[in-house]
T-cell receptor, first 113, second 113 residues
């Protein structure tokens, strides 16, 4: 079956631009996570949804980062006024429940120039 | 706060030799521990998970890991490396058994023919 799909695969943004990254989780998966992976580092937690409710956004690095999942399926991570330090791979993952194994997408590589 | 340490970003192993990747954790409560693998151009995939049942955990592709509380370790091993094991491996910890994971920096495994 289809896995977690993320788009775009690559995104280049000029400093100061806004970007929107999309995640299509596996159908029926209740839990959805966003992680940020900087070059040479492990993924770092950003935020977590259970259905449409954002239960934890403590990992978002600044108020320029915003995530939503309005209908409990597709999620969008938005970054306003991008900065060079935002350059990273943004990973989305979903699972049937909070303690079920995560299924990761291939990520969106964001480069801010 | 929970964290894991993986030393040595690049690990070279000869085909047929033992694969050993070290992971040490820090957690204020009994941890849940994970190993993930990332093949080139693919998403992270769960190799195995420790959840306070058996201390020796068997995973996919012949990998296993042993939880040692006295050493705060969860090292990953495979008796005989295959060329297909070339990938990046991440150790991760969760204090609540949920999928809010703290990842290590990862080990890039290179298999030498």
């Amino acid at each position: 079956g289809a896995g977690v799909s993320q788009s775009p695969r690559y995104k280049v943004a000029k400093r100061g631009q806004d970007v929107a990254l999309r995640c299509d989780p596996i159908s029926g998966h209740v839990s959805l996570f966003w992680y940020q992976q900087a070059l040479g580092q492990g993924p770092e937690f950003l935020t977590y949804f259970q259905n449409e409710a954002q239960l934890d956004k403590s990992g978002l690095p600044s108020d320029r980062f915003f995530a939503e999942r309005p209908e409990g399926s597709v999620s969008t991570l938005k970054i306003q006024r991008t900065q060079q330090e935002d350059s990273a791979v943004y990973l989305c993952a979903s699972s049937p429940g909070a303690d079920s194994p995560l299924h990761f997408g291939n990520g969106t590589r964001l480069t801010v120039t | 706060a929970q964290s894991v340490t993986q030393l040595g970003s690049h690990v070279s192993v000869s085909e047929g030799a033992l694969v050993l990747l070290r992971c040490n954790y820090s957690s204020s409560v009994p941890p849940y521990l994970f190993w993930y693998v990332q093949y080139p151009n693919q998403g992270l995939q769960l190799l195995l998970k420790y959840t306070s049942a058996a201390t020796l955990v068997k995973g996919i592709n012949g990998f296993e890991a042993e939880f040692k509380k006295s050493e705060t370790s969860f090292h990953l091993t495979k008796p005989s490396a295959h060329m297909s094991d070339a990938a990046e491996y991440f150790c991760a910890v969760s204090e609540l058994g949920n999928n809010r994971l703290a990842f290590g920096k990862g080990n890039q495994v290179v298999v030498i023919p």
